[in-house]
């Protein structure tokens, strides 16, 4: 069964970081890309990064470019999501995914930028 | 960028209904779609891959089509679980963007 576990979620103020981390099961982790998905409180879904299967091709939504970036380890099974200068918008239940066209979601982890 | 409108935004049906939910792509993107079904405080799930194909273990009243352009998902017959949210992703072209969604409400 393929399993996304997300952590490192919380309270953070504005300007400051967070490492968001996704431990994977059930599946060969390195033969998929993965994705982070975020969404708002109260608004809908959107795509925020994904990374290829060998870490070698990294994309990113236009708006945390240069300040969010997606690695990940395969002897580690793991996905990370390295958050800096976090600004109020932001805010979002953020989820790990397996896939590009997103197949799979872990249950999310909250960030909240606030003062 | 492309941008994905889904349409409606929102719609009011009744049990048994059959309904069709629209996403449109500002440009082409071959049949990279996928359609999504999230329940209120619950994490989305996949129901349809590659424009039309049913993911694994989704009801067979569920069923998407398109290429290019437009897309549509349809529910050929609303059970009471199904009023819930739906969104479109399109994954052809980066950055990837969802659809922002339509809530279908019991009428």
């Known amino acids: 069964e393929v399993q996304l576990v997300e952590s490192g979620g919380g309270l953070v103020q504005p300007g400051g970081s967070l490492r968001l981390s996704c431990e994977a099961s059930?599946?060969?982790?390195?033969?998929?890309?993965m994705t982070w998905v975020r969404q708002a409180p109260g608004k809908g879904l959107e795509w925020v990064a994904n990374?290829?299967?060998?870490?070698?091709?990294?994309y990113y939504l236009d708006s945390v470019k240069g300040r969010f970036t997606i690695s990940r380890d395969n002897a580690k099974n793991s996905l990370y999501l390295l958050m800096s200068s976090l600004r109020v918008e932001d805010t979002a239940v953020y989820y790990c995914?397996?896939?590009?066209?997103?197949?799979?979601w872990g249950q999310g982890t909250q960030v909240t930028v606030s003062s | 960028d492309i941008q994905m409108t889904q349409s409606p935004s929102a719609m009011s049906a009744s049990v048994g209904d059959r309904v069709t939910i629209t996403c449109r792509a500002s440009?082409?993107?071959?049949?990279?779609l996928a359609w999504f079904q999230q329940r209120p405080g619950k994490v989305p799930k996949r129901l349809i891959y590659?424009?039309?194909n049913l993911q694994s273990g989704v009801p067979s009243r569920f069923s998407g089509s398109g290429s290019g352009t437009e897309f549509t998902l349809t529910i050929s017959s609303l059970q009471p679980e199904d009023f819930v949210t739906y969104y479109c992703?399109?994954?052809?072209?980066?950055?990837?963007?969802f659809g922002q969604g339509t809530k279908l409400e019991i009428k």
């Open positions: 995914a397996r896939e590009r066209s997103v197949a799979y």
């Open positions: 059930g599946f060969t982790f390195s033969s998929h890309w």
């Open positions: 990374i290829k299967e060998d870490g070698s091709e990294k």
């Open positions: 440009q082409g993107i071959s049949n990279y």
């Open positions: 590659t424009a039309s």
């Open positions: 992703l399109q994954h052809s072209s980066y950055p990837y963007s």
